[in-house]
């Protein structure tokens, strides 16, 4: 069976072609589409159901979660509504709001050019972002999904490395936001940058990552990791107003959305 050329999304969250094709073709190609999807996820399900935890079904699961950019719809990926029981400081609750999704694409100047060499080992098939605000609108978060061209072993060695080399506090690696023009966003730049978090998984071809700041447009001279912002008892300025909870919390509920499109076995608590 042949695939046709997926679809992609646009600034406004709707599904747009990646090149041009006559309409009988593009319903074909849906049909195929959903066809290959049932057929793949069908044969994941059917192996965790016989209890089949070898590495074929492990390599099933992987290859599936890569292929969830272009065959999943936006909504399910980034939700209009995020609700975060528990998510901000002191366990208080958060609803998060989408404003924006970014048009996909490659990773071409996504990311500054530090963090770009750090990701580089892995590749980048596909980036797909969306911000979002609280439901006071006082802070923005952009939250992204990097699928990558990489193996389980790349991935694997990525993730190692972030560990080792703590790469995850470093400040010359935050990621970028995406501001989006006529929304409450509009002002989220590199400057603006206050709370960030990068976890990249070693079951699925992704990165996952969310940067956060204030809505009015304030910069930050100190931004601070969400794992540290998030600590009892600090008292930074994006510690104090809860950004590493938006971060950290946004990032966690988009990988949780990201897990159960692909199923069981790769989901995991967070």
Not at 103 to 113: R, S
Not at 168 to 184: N, Q, S
Request: a negative charge; aromatic letters at 6%; one cysteine or more.
């Amino acid at each position: 069976m042949s695939f046709g050329e997926p679809e992609g999304y646009d600034g406004y969250a709707r599904p747009r072609a990646l090149g041009g094709r006559r309409r009988p073709q593009a319903v074909a190609a849906g049909v195929c589409l959903v066809l290959g999807l049932g057929l793949v996820t069908g044969a994941v399900t059917g192996s965790w159901l016989a209890g089949d935890s070898g590495d074929d079904g492990a390599r099933s699961a992987f290859t599936a979660a890569g292929d969830l950019w272009h065959s999943v719809p936006v909504d399910q990926l980034f939700p209009p509504t995020v609700q975060g029981r528990g998510a901000g400081p002191g366990g208080a609750d958060r609803t998060w709001i989408r404003v924006a999704v970014a048009p996909d694409g490659d990773c071409a100047g996504a990311f500054d050019p530090l963090l770009a060499k750090v990701l580089d080992p892995v590749g980048c098939t596909r980036l797909l972002r969306a911000t979002y605000t609280d439901a006071t609108q006082s802070h923005v978060t952009t939250v992204g999904l990097l699928f990558a061209k990489a193996d389980a072993a790349a991935m694997t060695a990525l993730a190692g490395r972030f560990e080792k080399e703590d790469l995850g506090r470093r400040t010359d690696l935050m990621p970028l936001p995406y501001a989006a023009k006529d929304t409450v966003a509009a002002g989220f730049g590199a400057p603006q940058r206050a709370s960030w978090t990068v976890s990249v998984l070693t079951d699925a071809p992704v990165v996952v990552y969310a940067v956060s700041g204030w809505a009015d447009g304030r910069t930050v001279d100190e931004p601070e990791p969400a794992e540290e912002a998030m600590e009892t008892g600090a008292g930074s300025a994006p510690a104090q107003a809860g950004l590493g909870h938006e971060a950290q919390g946004l990032a966690d509920r988009v990988e949780r959305a990201l897990r159960k499109n692909v199923g069981p076995a790769t989901e995991h608590p967070s």
